[in-house]
């Protein structure tokens, strides 16, 4: 994206952009990595062993949704800024480390659905993640420091009304895990659905003809 500021008054965002494209395709294959095809000696025990990956695909499916939506977010943020510097670069790698751990979490989560540590462990890093998007969005808008001249403060607040209730609800996911394990996998799945519907940024930026929806 180019920016709207002079090269003097920041740095340009396209090396960012990059670096976290490749971060997310890196992460997003490495989940499937930790599914291991099982090998069987008769058709029945190929579906025993099957339905016992069960919770690694439904922790697989869910991680890449959620990672789906994560990426969709910044990329979409990045349409509002313009550029950046040596702040907005670090919240950017402490972000990219959250989102690194994923694979991790979500194995965890795939090998132990049934307690509930797993299931807050998981949810403790895509707080950490939701909390670190948060934080990019407050400080590249606060003054529009690091954002294009046109985004409006409607849109602003809005964008972050939603980036803070993202944590909380990945907080009330991984504590419903005591109650019911099932309860807290149902969460993970509906959290993402919160971005289905065409965002207030999305539609803005329609308006200004600078997004365009296949």
């Not at 890449?64 to 040596?86: K, N, Q």
Request: net charge positive; glycine share 6%.
């Amino acid at each position: 994206m180019m920016s709207d500021f002079p090269p003097s008054e920041g740095l340009t965002t396209e090396r960012i952009t990059t670096l976290v494209d490749g971060i997310f395709a890196i992460v997003l294959t490495l989940l499937i990595l930790d599914l291991r095809a099982p090998s069987a000696a008769n058709q029945s025990e190929l579906l025993a062993r099957l339905r016992d990956l069960t919770p690694q695909i439904i922790s697989f499916l869910v991680s890449f949704a959620i990672l789906g939506v994560f990426w969709y977010g910044h990329r979409m943020e990045m349409h509002w800024i313009a550029r950046s510097d040596r702040v907005h670069i670090g919240i950017t790698l402490v972000f990219l480390l959250t989102i690194s751990f994923v694979p991790f979490s979500a194995s965890l989560l795939g090998k132990n659905q049934q307690l509930p540590i797993a299931s807050l462990i998981y949810a403790g890093n895509l707080c950490l993640a939701g909390v670190m998007r948060l934080m990019h969005w407050v400080y590249a808008t606060e003054g529009n420091r690091l954002t294009v001249p046109d985004l409006d403060s409607g849109t602003v607040r809005h964008v972050r009304r939603i980036f803070e209730l993202v944590p909380i609800l990945y907080i009330v996911a991984g504590a419903a895990a005591w109650i019911s394990p099932s309860v807290a996998i149902i969460l993970f799945v509906l959290i993402p659905i919160l971005y289905v519907v065409p965002a207030r940024q999305t539609r803005h930026l329609t308006s200004l003809g600078r997004y365009s929806p296949k």
